[in-house]
C-alpha cells in the first residue's frame, strides 16, 4: 500500500524568509503523482503544486517549489519569501498513473511570523 | 465557474439519526470524490465516481453509508444510523480526468458532529 508521511507536524517562519516542508513516499509503482495542497483554517484545500513522476524537472509555481528526489521517494516543499497569507496546514499527497484517489499525509502546519 | 460547493456546511445530529449531504462539482467535471478528514489528519479516500458510475469505495465505506450521483452531475453522501466516530469533515472533489491528467479541487466540506 501507498504511504505519504509528513513527519514535521508544525512548522514556524518569519514573514519574508524561505521555508521547506518534508514529505517522503512509499510505492512500488513507476508512474504517479504528487501534489501538495494547502487548506488556511476554517477555508477549503488549493492546490499549490503538482509533479509527475516522469518528469525530471522540478516544479515551480512562483514563490513554491519542489524538490522531487526519486530514488529518495521524498518531495519536499519550498516557499520563498513567505507571506502571512501561507499560513496554513499544508498536506503532501499521491496517486498512481491508474489510480484516482489520492492519498494524503498527515499535514504541517506552517506559521508566518512578523 | 463557481468552483465545487457542498451543503450543508455545517451539520449537527444525535447518534442514530440519519443524514444527507450534498455537493456540486464544477460543471463537466467527469469524476467526484468523497473523503473524510478527522482533527489532526489528512483526508481519507471514501469513494468517487466517474459521470453516474461509483467505481471505488474504500473500506472505509462502511454499509451505513451510501452515495449517489443519479445524472452524473451532482452527488449526495448519506449516513445511516450515524455513531460519534463519524464525527468528522466531509470533503468533495471533482476533477476533469482526460488522458489520464487530472487535478482534483476540492469544496469547502461539511463538518458533522454526532452527539
Known amino acids: 500500500a501507498q504511504t505519504v508521511t509528513q513527519s514535521q507536524p508544525e512548522m514556524s517562519v518569519q514573514e519574508a524568509e524561505t521555508v521547506t516542508l518534508s514529505c517522503t513516499y512509499d510505492?512500488?509503482?513507476?508512474?504517479?503523482?504528487l501534489f501538495w495542497y494547502k487548506q488556511p483554517p476554517s477555508r477549503q484545500m488549493i492546490l499549490v503544486i503538482r509533479q509527475e513522476a516522469y518528469k525530471q524537472q522540478n516544479a515551480t509555481e512562483n514563490r513554491f517549489s519542489v524538490n522531487f528526489q526519486k530514488a529518495a521517494k521524498s518531495f519536499s516543499l519550498k516557499i520563498s519569501d513567505s507571506q502571512l497569507g501561507d499560513a496554513a496546514m499544508y498536506f503532501c499527497a499521491y496517486r498512481t498513473g491508474t489510480a484516482s484517489k489520492l492519498t494524503f499525509g498527515t499535514g504541517t502546519r506552517l506559521q508566518v511570523t512578523l | 465557474d463557481t468552483g465545487v460547493s457542498q451543503d450543508p456546511r455545517h451539520k449537527i445530529t444525535k447518534r442514530g439519526q440519519n443524514v444527507t449531504f450534498r455537493c456540486d462539482p464544477i460543471?463537466?467535471?467527469?469524476?467526484l470524490y468523497w473523503y473524510r478528514q478527522t482533527l489532526g489528519q489528512g483526508p481519507e479516500f471514501l469513494t468517487y465516481?466517474?459521470?453516474?458510475?461509483?467505481?471505488?469505495k474504500s473500506r472505509l465505506l462502511s454499509d451505513r453509508f451510501s452515495a449517489e450521483r443519479p445524472k452524473g452531475s451532482f452527488s449526495t453522501l448519506e449516513i445511516q444510523r450515524t455513531e460519534q466516530g463519524d464525527s468528522a469533515m466531509y470533503l468533495c472533489?471533482?476533477?476533469?480526468?482526460?488522458?489520464?491528467?487530472?487535478?482534483?479541487?476540492f469544496g469547502p466540506g461539511t463538518r458533522l458532529l454526532v452527539l
Open positions: 460543471s463537466e467535471h467527469n469524476r
Open positions: 465516481f466517474q459521470n453516474e458510475a461509483q467505481l471505488e
Open positions: 472533489a471533482s476533477s476533469l480526468q482526460y488522458r489520464g491528467r487530472e487535478t482534483q479541487y
Open positions: 510505492t512500488s509503482e513507476s508512474d504517479y503523482y
